[in-house]
Nanobody, 115 residues
Framework: VQLVESGGGLVQPGGSLRLSCAAS????????MSWYRQAPGRERESVAG????????AYLESVKGRFTISRDNAKNTVYLQMTNLKPEDTAVYYC?????????WGQGTQVTVSS
């Protein structure tokens, strides 16, 4: 099983980034997917989630209207489009797959929002 995040980097406040998470080794279309983040000295928090079909999504209140989670089950990939980024969005971002009996995590990608 692998979840490989990409797309992180350094961006100025107000900028945008698109994170991707490529999955392999399990039936991606059967798993709900989420993006989490963890800032230094803080607990990991759920940022956005999407059900296996893609029909429903949910967001952390502070990112509503700025972040969009989506998935492409044909490509085994989940995305997080982030716009109007703020310094407080700085964190390591992880994707996670949750099935009936299994939870998988990626290694994370760093997002730094700074001028």
């Amino acid at each position: 099983v692998q979840l490989v995040e990409s797309g992180g980097g350094l961006v100025q406040p107000g900028g945008s980034l698109r994170l991707s998470c490529a999955a392999s080794g399990f039936t991606f279309s059967a798993y709900d997917m989420s993006w989490y983040r963890q800032a230094p000295g803080r607990e990991r928090e759920s940022v956005a989630g999407i059900v296996s079909s893609g029909a429903f999504t949910a967001y952390l209140e502070s990112v509503k209207g700025r972040f969009t989670i989506s998935r492409d089950n044909a490509k085994n990939t989940v995305y997080l489009q982030m716009t109007n980024l703020k310094p407080e969005d700085t964190a390591v971002y992880y994707c996670s797959a949750r099935g009936w009996t299994s939870v998988y995590w990626g290694q994370g990608t760093q997002v730094t929002v700074s001028s």
